[in-house]
């Protein structure tokens, strides 16, 4: 069976993803940028390596929200070794694209499609000397590839569930190759739990990057002055990171509190996208940002530009954050930084940060809570001050997961375990 999934099953199903992908591309713009993205190969990364030598710290992240699960300990390996370069790559577009790296010196680029060939001269252009994933985008070439180069491999805020494809008997071959993985930090206790079970014995629990991160942002957030004006004295909810189906969900509760504020955030701010959202509104009269930057006398108003969302969480009194109804909640820990408490739909079970903040009395399930018992919560100052007191703790609990992760590389920077190249 372990050989079935290695020289069948895999490859079949790794040039099925890669065919689907160019079909999409037909009429997807986002599988459109996934190909172009890899249509040089691996000449920007030969190209960087030459103005680059030496030692190379590779971060794979599959896109935005794991590379903001890593940043943080990025930053920190980056100032306590500057004689060594780093580069990061991405599976997706959104990664790529939006990932605000900062210094022009890392090294940016797409991971090939995991097949044999493309990965063979992706790491043999780029010469890694230590290997870090975020999270959970295990590619078993890309794995294998590594090990014969005498690279460590390590995973940090890593995040396991019994039900994910490599703990199923048909991959097997696939579960011995992460018990062979240098080191795994996990995200939270359950995970490493699991490992353990499974007969892992390279793991340990060190906690999510990203809530450092979101930490920082928040310690130094700058002044939101158009969202203050429109705000003026009055409780803003705000919606983030609003699918159409999120915002439909919402409407009934819109309706319900005439009195409070309300900042829409979507997803997607494509002009196709909003419109689908915004018909979701019907008759309801709102403000698009772009047009008014908040000083129309609609007391709802979507925000249709990015970069703004995180700095938002500021000000507002409650936060739902959408995802929940389609492939999963988006991020919850941005809000509860700020002291936020929150709603989401019901597709959170593998997001332990949003589980956790439950558990605390910090966030809730929007399907689970009767509407008036939301009316009630909304206009309870002594209820919101109590649950956003929750969701700092909890934040200040999590905090310190990028040092443990940073101890965790330095491990094998200072020359114990695999010998860096």
């Not at 079949?12 to 993205?37: M, Q, V």
């Not at 599959?62 to 991405?90: I, Y």
């Not at 530009?305 to 959408?322: T, V």
């Not at 008036?372 to 969701?391: C, I, M, V, Y």
């Amino acid at each position: 069976m372990k050989a079935l999934f290695q020289h069948v099953i895999y490859p079949i199903s790794i040039a099925l993803y890669g065919a689907g992908i160019r079909l999409t591309a037909l009429w997807n713009p986002k599988a459109r940028a996934w190909i172009r993205g890899r249509s040089e190969g691996v000449r920007p990364v030969l190209e960087w390596r030459k103005s680059h030598p030496g030692k190379v710290l590779w971060m794979h992240c599959a896109s935005l929200g794991e590379f903001e699960q890593g940043r943080a300990l990025l930053e920190l390996f980056r100032t306590a070794h500057p004689e060594w370069n780093s580069a990061v790559s991405f599976f997706s577009p959104s990664g790529y694209e939006h990932a605000r790296l900062g210094d022009t010196g890392v090294g940016r680029f797409y991971l090939p499609l995991d097949r044999p060939q493309d990965i063979q001269a992706f790491v043999e252009a780029l010469r890694p000397s230590v290997f870090v994933s975020v999270r959970y985008e295990f590619w078993m070439v890309l794995l294998e590839a590594l090990r014969k180069a005498g690279v460590p491999r390590l995973v940090v805020s890593a995040h396991f569930r019994p039900e994910q494809w490599f703990f199923k008997k048909t991959a097997a071959s696939a579960l011995t190759v992460l018990r062979g993985l240098e080191a795994i930090g996990t995200q939270d206790e359950a995970s490493h739990q699991l490992l353990v079970e499974r007969g892992f014995r390279n793991s340990s629990a060190i906690g999510n990057g990203r809530v450092d991160r979101v930490a920082e942002l928040a310690e130094r957030a700058e002044d939101v002055s158009w969202l203050a004006d429109f705000k003026e004295s009055r409780r803003l909810f705000i919606g983030g990171s609003v699918w159409p189906e999120d915002l439909r969900r919402l409407l009934p509760l819109i309706d319900a509190t005439p009195e409070v504020r309300w900042l829409i955030v979507p997803h997607e701010v494509e002009e196709a996208a909003l419109a689908s959202l915004l018909k979701r509104l019907g008759p309801r009269s709102h403000q698009r940002w772009t047009q008014t930057e908040g000083k129309g006398p609609e007391r709802l108003l979507i925000l249709d530009a990015i970069g703004w969302l995180a700095r938002c969480y500021r000000y507002a009194d409650w936060a739902y954050i959408g995802g929940g109804y389609g492939e999963g909640v988006h991020n919850v820990l941005e809000p509860a930084a700020f002291g936020c408490p929150l709603f989401f739909g019901p597709r959170h079970r593998g997001f332990p940060e949003a589980q956790e903040l439950m558990e605390c009395g910090a966030a809730w399930e929007l399907d689970q809570v009767e509407l008036e018992q939301l009316k009630n919560w909304l206009s309870d100052p002594g209820f919101r001050a109590q649950a956003s007191e929750r969701a700092r703790a909890y934040v200040e609990r999590q905090k310190g997961a990028s040092l443990k992760a940073l101890k965790l590389v330095e491990r094998f920077v200072e020359g114990s375990g695999l010998s860096p190249h």
